[in-house]
């Protein structure tokens, strides 16, 4: 939790996907976060 909740900032890489998503990463290499299109969440959200 600290990893993302915590004071540190995240490191870009260097160069967007192929998609134009951003990646980030936390500082001790935990976690990567992507940005997604809204189109995307759309798609990856559970049907209710």
Known sequence: MMAICGNDAF???SSP???GSFF???QDDS???KTV???EVKVS???H
Do not use: A
Request: aromatic share 16%; net charge positive; proline share 6%.
């Open 11 to 13: 490191r870009e890489l």
């Open 17 to 19: 996907g192929k998609s």
């Open 45 to 47: 959200l559970p049907f």
């Open 24 to 26: 980030y990463l936390t």
């Open 37 to 39: 299109k809204k189109s």
């Open 31 to 33: 976690f990567m976060i």
